[in-house]
Nanobody, 132 residues
Framework: QLHLVESGGGLVQPTGSLRLSCEAS????????IGWFRQAPGKEREGVAC????????NYADSAKGRFTISRDNAKNSVYLQMNELKPEDTAVYYC?????????????????????????WGQGTQVTVSS
């Protein structure tokens, strides 16, 4: 079975940092385009950052530009989201997602983060709370 498991969430003060991890099992994550999403209570799931399977194309939501960095380590079958200068409005459950069908290619080429329905596999999420 194919699984994605996120970790690294927690409670952090404003301006602090967190590094989220997402480890895949059952498939080679390096062959998949990946994305990080978040969902706050009462809000729709929104894309934060994405990376092509080759790693050569990366896009960020405006809210994440300059503060968040997406990366991957294929040897560890993992992807990461480094989040700096966190704000209370970053509070949400964060999810990683993988696309193995190429559905995210068009969005990536247009410079945007793909929609959630363009990804095939999802993790269970990890809570990030930014509060003093």
């Amino acid at each position: 079975q194919l699984h994605l498991v996120e970790s690294g969430g927690g409670l952090v003060q404003p301006t602090g940092s967190l590094r989220l991890s997402c480890e895949a099992s059952g498939f080679a994550l390096g062959r998949y385009a990946i994305g990080w999403f978040r969902q706050a209570p009462g809000k729709e799931r929104e894309g934060v950052a994405c990376m092509s399977s080759s790693g050569t194309s990366i896009n960020y939501a405006d809210s994440a530009k300059g503060r968040f960095t997406i990366s991957r380590d294929n040897a560890k079958n993992s992807v990461y989201l480094q989040m700096n200068e966190l704000k209370p409005e970053d509070t949400a459950v964060y999810y990683c997602a993988a696309d193995g069908l190429g559905n995210t290619a068009r969005a990536m080429s247009q410079g945007r983060v793909p929609r959630p329905d363009e990804y095939d596999y999802w993790g269970q999420g990890t809570q990030v709370t930014v509060s003093s």
